[in-house]
């Protein structure tokens, strides 16, 4: 969003936790710890001089969570100490334009309002209340110990005033769009823009096919109840030797004993880089998403354009080339019959793969900066009195 407004020759500055670039904080942490967040895609279009890093608040709560390990750390405080410094840098700009994520936004939309400046929303969450009522059902359907909400009281007021304050807000799904409408949110502020994937780095290589193997299924980042692992764990287990599933990412220790009692035994891989993971999804027939609630789903179009199908439900928000590939959420039996099509049929898999890679090839970084362009030229035209309050 910051390289859309650079492009358009009216970034002011981007103000983030850290950033890996020459001079920065994030330089010099990332020769420590791995941080994705310090080097995003397309870093190098953004001038160094324009990027102010407000680290402190961020590290802190690092510390925090290393140091008391089982505690369920409260996010909120350390993210309004970065409100509050990304606020105080406002009162030095001319900016008429105001864009922040989503749970750290509140302060700093409050001191451009002061402004006079338009405040766009980067909202990336599936509704709290919705997660919530999907987990205990889920919970409840496998013996599971009931989850906590997934927002405290004072974070879902923090959220909700954020809302308020945005002149747009931006939705990365129709799905997530839908969701918040139907929840209130007035929908003349809401637009949904499709996020992206880098197919210059994810992209489909040479597979050598052996005939005989079992299916290769994927599944990254579903080590949880909120990511559907009980229903892919269930899917599988009437295919027995048919399907060989691997999970990629930590399982979470509430699903341990679902993955110890399932028939079929998954292998489970650590955390990858992204070169490792682009590897590994060249290796693979099938990626399974069974997630309960995701606003996109981004592994699934990283797995799409590096020439996979992919089976996801309806809870997830990623577009997918046709809507037999999306299969409804809490159901098992659905993902085990898409997998036995494509166990049965390996020529159909890899037919939709080139598919998948085609369709994932439209959403590129220069068709999301193009419409977050067109966001930001609507604001800066429009009256006063005609935007959505």
């Known amino acids: 969003m910051a390289i859309a407004a650079e492009e358009m020759g009216c970034l002011s500055g981007l103000q983030c936790s850290i950033f890996d670039a020459p001079g920065k904080w994030g330089r010099l942490f990332s020769r420590f710890a791995y941080l994705p967040s310090a080097f995003p895609l397309g870093s190098e279009a953004l001038p160094p001089g324009k990027i102010h890093e407000l680290p402190l608040p961020q590290l802190v709560r690092q510390i925090i969570k290393k140091v008391f390990k089982n505690r369920r750390i409260d996010p909120l405080p350390y993210l309004q100490a970065f409100e509050w410094q990304a606020a105080r840098r406002l009162r030095h700009s001319d900016a008429r334009i105001a864009v922040a994520a989503e749970t750290c936004a509140l302060g700093y939309f409050r001191e451009a309002k002061k ?9 990336h969450g599936i509704p709290a209340p919705f997660m919530d009522e999907v987990l205990v059902r889920a919970a409840a359907e ?3 110990p009931k989850p906590p909400p997934c927002d405290s009281c004072a974070m879902v007021e923090h959220k909700e005033k954020e809302r308020e304050l945005a002149d747009v807000i931006l939705f990365c799904s129709e799905l997530q769009r839908e969701h918040w409408v139907g929840l209130g949110v007035p929908a003349e502020k ?3 823009v499709p996020l992206w994937v880098d197919t210059d780095f994810w992209k489909t290589e040479q597979r050598k096919r052996v005939e005989v193997q079992p299916l290769q299924v994927a599944a990254v980042g579903c080590g949880s109840l909120a990511k559907g692992l009980p229903y892919l764990l269930q899917a599988i287990s ?8 691997t999970l ?3 399982v979470d220790a509430a699903m341990q004993p679902l993955l110890q009692r399932c028939p079929v035994t998954p292998r489970c891989l650590p955390y990858m880089s992204r070169p490792q993971l682009r590897e590994f999804l060249n290796s693979q027939e099938v990626l399974v998403m069974p997630s309960l609630g995701d606003s996109f789903g981004l592994v699934a179009m990283e797995a799409m354009a590096c020439g996979l199908p992919v089976i996801v439900t309806t809870h997830c928000g990623v577009p997918v080339p046709d809507p037999t590939w999306r299969v409804p959420a809490l159901d098992s039996g659905a993902i085990t019959e898409r997998l036995s099509w494509y166990e049965g049929d390996r020529d159909r898999a890899e037919r939709e793969g080139r598919e998948a890679s085609l369709f994932a090839a439209q959403f590129s970084p220069q068709r999301y900066r193009d419409q977050i362009k067109q966001v930001y030229r609507d604001l800066l035209e429009a009256k006063p009195e005609v935007l959505p309050r």
């Open 115 to 123: 402004r006079g400046m338009r405040c766009v929303l980067d909202s």
């Open 238 to 245: 009437p295919l027995g030797a048919a399907v060989a599933l």
């Open 142 to 144: 496998f013996g599971l």
């Open 190 to 192: 809401c637009q949904a």
């Open 248 to 250: 990629v990412g930590q």
